[in-house]
């Protein structure tokens, strides 16, 4: 009788810990633009507010702020692994840290994704994100980020920036 309760106590308990590792649907992928065509959205506002798709490297290369979990970073996406290489996009990113991608043991919430991880210090080095699929990736990682855009205060001489982000790097 003992044994049956303790192994209903452990099934119990696994089904508990599984309810809190549910993992939340794909994000809807956008279309997907060549550089050229991003650039073209500062003056061609014809897709604002639809998901676009671009592919790059989210990289900090104003630091000096200091991110904490729950902010939002606007994140530059480079054509290559360096800030001066050419921007591809800029997009709005969840900052999260370590504490913040871990489920509680008995959590009914889907561990979050689509964020930045910062440690100290805060730089390209140290930087990580966690992709759509839960999959972390260093900064130096090309990727796909994909979003709806969105105009900076309606200012349509500025670059577009992509918001609802989903990251993608097994594209």
């Given at each position: 009788?003992?044994?049956?309760?303790?192994?209903?106590?452990?099934?119990?308990?696994?089904?508990?810990?599984?309810?809190?590792?549910?993992?939340?649907?794909?994000?809807?992928?956008?279309?997907?633009?060549?550089?050229?065509?991003?650039?073209?959205?500062?003056?061609?506002?014809?897709?604002?507010?639809?998901?676009?798709?671009?592919?790059?490297?989210?990289?900090?290369?104003?630091?000096?702020?200091?991110?904490?979990?729950?902010?939002?970073?606007?994140?530059?996406?480079?054509?290559?692994?360096?800030?001066?290489?050419?921007?591809?996009?800029?997009?709005?990113?969840?900052?999260?840290?370590?504490?913040?991608?871990?489920?509680?043991?008995?959590?009914?919430?889907?561990?979050?994704?689509?964020?930045?991880?910062?440690?100290?210090?805060?730089?390209?080095?140290?930087?990580?994100?966690?992709?759509?699929?839960?999959?972390?990736?260093?900064?130096?990682?090309?990727?796909?980020?994909?979003?709806?855009?969105?105009?900076?205060?309606?200012?349509?001489?500025?670059?577009?920036?992509?918001d609802a982000v989903?990251?993608?790097?097994?594209?």
């Amino acid at each position: 009788m003992l044994l049956k309760r303790a192994a209903l106590i452990l099934v119990s308990a696994g089904a508990l810990c599984a309810c809190g590792q549910q993992r939340e649907s794909p994000s809807e992928a956008g279309i997907t633009l060549a550089p050229e065509q991003l650039k073209s959205l500062i003056t061609d506002r014809s897709l604002e507010n639809r998901r676009v798709s671009v592919t790059g490297y989210p990289m900090l290369c104003s630091l000096g702020a200091n991110y904490r979990a729950g902010d939002v970073a606007h994140v530059e996406v480079h054509a290559q692994q360096d800030c001066s290489s050419p921007r591809v996009a800029q997009a709005k990113i969840k900052v999260g840290n370590e504490k913040s991608t871990r489920s509680g043991m008995f959590s009914m919430d889907p561990r979050p994704r689509n964020l930045m991880i910062v440690a100290e210090p805060i730089d390209n080095e140290t930087t990580t994100f966690v992709a759509d699929d839960y999959q972390r990736i260093s900064a130096k990682t090309s990727m796909r980020v994909t979003g709806l855009v969105t105009y900076p205060f309606g200012d349509k001489s500025k670059i577009p920036v992509l918001d609802a982000v989903a990251l993608d790097a097994g594209f």
